[in-house]
């Protein structure tokens, strides 16, 4: 079952960040935090993941809260491209449980 | 690098009919995975294999679906006797192991009328 609450859906500005939450206030001390997304008609695309200290790639950064009980996931500048469904999931980082549980996520639209 | 490629992309049958679909994984990776996306909901892992053995297959309705992945490489996914509640897309994943970023297929897309 999916251990994350994210909002269901999301508009966004083109060229502004967007700025997605997560809740995962029951996360375990050894699970990470990913975030995929899905744009229509493809398959999901991983685009980050963090234990505890903020990362940042060329996709996306991704601020956890000191507690570790929520995070976000920032697109600095938002094209129509993002426009996607985004899951953010916890999983824990050992071998044999790779699967990933995906939730609902969050619909973002970037609007022109 | 090659991604994940799947067939047939679409697929539509009737219900009580036989249906299967096909995944190759990136080269190399030893992990493979059928998820089951529903229209509206996040995949369902159905299957995880580790080489041509299987790791999880807790979530896969065994009296219907089946799947096998002979040699440790490409794998495939069946569905009989199909049912309307299947109707949903096929997506095939591989990892190199089993921890690490999962790529994800296009899917396969059926229809159970």
């Known amino acids: 079952d999916a251990k994350t609450t994210q909002p269901p859906s999301m508009d966004c500005a083109e060229g502004r960040a967007a700025n997605l939450p997560c809740n995962h206030s029951?996360?375990?001390?050894?699970?990470?935090v990913y975030w995929y997304r899905q744009i229509h008609s493809q398959g999901p695309q991983y685009i980050i993941h963090g234990l505890k200290n903020n990362e940042t790639n060329e996709m996306a950064s991704l601020i956890i809260t000191e507690d570790r009980k929520s995070s976000t996931l920032i697109l600095p500048h938002a094209t129509l491209r993002d426009t996607a469904v985004y899951y953010c999931i916890v999983r824990p980082y050992q071998t044999g449980a790779n699967n990933l549980f995906f939730g609902t996520g969050t619909r973002l639209t970037v609007i022109p | 690098e090659a991604g994940v490629a799947q067939s047939p992309r679409y697929k539509i049958i009737e219900k009580r009919q036989s249906v299967a679909f096909w995944c190759n994984p990136i080269s190399g990776h030893a992990t493979l995975y059928w998820y089951q996306q529903i229209l509206g909901q996040g995949p369902k892992l159905l299957i995880q294999f580790q080489n041509n053995g299987v790791v999880d297959d807790s979530q896969l309705p065994k009296d219907r679906f089946s799947a096998e992945r002979l040699k440790g490489v490409d794998s495939t996914l069946k569905i009989q006797p199909a049912k309307l509640e299947d109707s949903a897309v096929y997506l095939c994943?591989?990892?190199?192991?089993?921890?690490?970023?999962?790529?994800f297929g296009e899917g396969s897309r059926l229809t159970v009328l």
């Open positions: 029951t996360i375990s001390g050894n699970e990470y």
């Open positions: 994943a591989s990892s190199f192991g089993r921890i690490g970023e999962l790529f």
